[in-house]
């Protein structure tokens, strides 16, 4: 069988153009979309991802502010400042980059961004909106994925899903979206005594654990779509996802790479949840 490689980076591309459309719409109407992300400490690779989001909302025409603050910040003086973005009417997207240091909690800092700005979809208010089949701002990560099933045509009604991982960021809201289009979806985990016996029946199979070869060619069922959310960084520097990637060519119908996969999808639905924050305050004020 040919493996077809879903360019994520192509898909990407397309979409962004469009979201730059749709961002200068709002901007002429007096909403230009806005996202600030917020940075605590020095983790490289958060400096990274900030980076590319910084490079992402200009390219798609997004107004977006980038504030660092010291490691040694304290959780009041970050709630602070989230509460000073939850007014600000320029702002429409509010992303604070995990992880953050010990001081402070993540639960604390996602809860206080104002629903409506938070376009990572983390808050339990967006979080129980998805639950409960009415998606608003859904996790960048698993709506990249969808939207790459999307632009492939591949069905899911009906069809064996299964989910490895169960985080709150990519696994659960994953599991959810697969659901609510009809999948039948297993959800796999560290837990899970024989995941091959699992990874076998998939029709659509999605690794998200962050581990190399978690998904090896003999658990894979001839001719289905596997998503390599995964991003591993081997010892000589290479990028690689949780498949064994070169193995399941072949095997698969289609397949994500990594990287050039899911990575720069998860990006541009960090755009397109920012540009229907603006679209969704500008509606609420018409
Ligand atoms: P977490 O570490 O939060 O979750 C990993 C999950 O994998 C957990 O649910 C864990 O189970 C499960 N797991 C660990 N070991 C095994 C195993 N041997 N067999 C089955 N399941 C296992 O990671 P994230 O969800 O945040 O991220 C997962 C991967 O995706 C990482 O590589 C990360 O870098 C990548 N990522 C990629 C993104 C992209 O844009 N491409 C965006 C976000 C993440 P348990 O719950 O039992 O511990």
């Given at each position: 069988m040919q493996t077809r490689i879903i360019d994520g980076a192509a898909l990407a591309r397309r979409l962004r153009s469009e979201l730059r459309d749709r961002a200068a719409e709002l901007t002429a109407r007096g909403y230009q979309p806005g996202l600030v992300a917020v940075r605590v400490g020095e983790d490289p690779a958060s400096k990274v991802y900030v980076r590319t989001k910084m490079k992402a909302s200009a390219e798609v025409g997004l107004h977006s502010e980038h504030v660092e603050l010291p490691a040694a910040t304290t959780e009041t003086t970050l709630l602070e400042r989230i509460a000073g973005f939850n007014r600000?009417?320029?702002?429409h997207g509010i992303l604070v980059q995990l992880?953050?240091?010990?001081?402070?909690s993540a639960d604390n800092v996602l809860r206080a961004i104002a629903p409506e700005k938070d376009v990572d979809g983390f808050h339990p208010y967006n979080v129980g909106l998805l639950a409960t089949g009415r998606?608003?701002?859904?996790?960048?990560t698993p709506a990249g994925v969808m939207a790459m099933l999307a632009a492939e045509e591949i069905a899911l009604e009906g069809r064996e899903a299964v989910v490895i991982g169960r985080s709150n960021i990519v696994g659960k809201p994953m599991a959810m979206l697969l659901l609510q289009k009809g999948a039948t979806v297993t959800m796999c985990h560290?837990?899970?005594?024989?995941?091959a016996v699992h990874t076998s029946r998939a029709d659509v199979l999605v690794a998200a654990v962050g581990?190399?070869?978690?998904?090896?060619?003999?658990?894979i069922k001839p001719g289905a779509v596997v998503v390599d959310v995964g991003i591993n960084r081997l010892p000589d520097g290479k990028l690689v996802g949780d498949v064994a990637f070169e193995s399941a060519l072949g095997k698969a119908s289609h397949i994500t790479p990594?990287?050039?996969?899911?990575g720069p999808m998860t990006v541009t639905m960090l755009m397109a949840n920012t540009v229907l924050a603006a679209q969704l305050a500008s509606e609420s004020v018409s």
């Open positions: 600000d009417p320029r702002i992880p953050l240091p010990p001081q402070i998606p608003r701002f859904v996790p960048c560290s837990k899970t005594r024989d995941l581990r190399p070869n978690t998904v090896r060619e003999e658990m990594v990287p050039g996969g899911v």
